[in-house]
């Protein structure tokens, strides 16, 4: 059974740096073709994705956030890390991993899904 | 960047079929996913690689996707089907989510 667990501050200040760690078991981290996402949801919004790092360790980045973000992975303590920087109060949200998926078709076309989904995690930003 | 539009509402009764859409320039061309989230849960994968349906997700549910539009669609809805659904596609670099539809069974 696969699983993954978010875990980190559940309230940071203004200006802070959010480290937050992705625990998974059931698979690995090394496995070919998988990797972990982040992603967040505002209290009452959508779905907005922020990262994912495969196991052949390539990272991509939302380009209105990669300024502020780094992902990294720990295969042998089967973690993913994910640092937000400069942490604002319209960053609060409860943030997402999950097990990422990809791959691409004979005509070349990348896919990905991602499955299953941590808990979550809320991260509150206020002073 | 690439948008995924979505309606914000969706209602049907029980035991009819809904459909959900999601717009985006040439979708067609992308492979789609879809999530459901209920109150208070994660989202939960329920159509993958425009029609593939996860093991353990019921066959109402089927997705299909070509020109500019991907849709979900829930046969013989029932009461427990009632959520937010998310589409999401890959856009060169990005990944790329809908903004969600609610879905009322009345």
Redesign the interface.
């Known amino acids: 059974q696969v699983t993954l667990k978010e875990s980190g501050p559940l309230l940071v200040k203004p200006t802070e740096t959010l480290t937050l760690t992705c625990t998974v078991s059931g698979f690995s981290l090394s496995n070919a073709g998988m990797g972990v996402?982040w992603?967040r949801q505002p209290p009452g919004k959508?779905?907005?994705?922020l990262a994912?790092i495969f196991s052949n360790d390539e990272k991509?980045y939302?380009?209105?956030l990669k300024s502020r973000l780094t992902i990294s992975k720990d295969t042998s303590k089967s973690q993913v890390v994910l640092i937000m920087t400069n942490m604002d109060p319209l960053d609060t949200g409860t943030y997402?991993c999950?097990r990422i998926i990809g791959g691409q078709d004979l005509f070349g076309?990348?896919?990905?899904?991602?499955?299953?989904?941590?808990?979550?995690t809320l991260v509150t930003v206020s002073s | 960047?690439y948008e995924l539009t979505q309606p914000p509402s969706v209602s049907v009764s029980p035991g009819q079929t809904v459909s959900i859409t999601c717009s985006g320039d040439k979708l067609g061309?992308?492979?789609a996913?879809w999530?459901q989230q209920k109150p208070g849960q994660?989202?939960?994968?329920v159509i993958?690689?425009d029609t593939e349906r996860?093991s353990g997700i019921p066959e109402r549910f089927s997705g299909s996707n070509s020109g500019n539009t991907a849709t979900l669609t829930i046969s013989g809805t029932q009461a427990m089907d009632e959520a937010d659904y998310?589409c999401?596609a890959?856009d060169s670099?990005?990944?790329?989510?809908?903004?969600?539809t609610k879905l009322t069974v009345l």
């Open positions: 996402s992603i959508a779905l907005d994705w994912h991509s939302s380009t209105s997402y999950a076309s990348n896919w990905f899904r991602f499955d299953p989904w941590g808990q979550g | 960047s061309d992308k492979y996913c999530y994660s989202p939960v994968l993958y690689q996860p998310y999401q890959w670099t990005s990944v790329v989510f809908g903004g969600g």
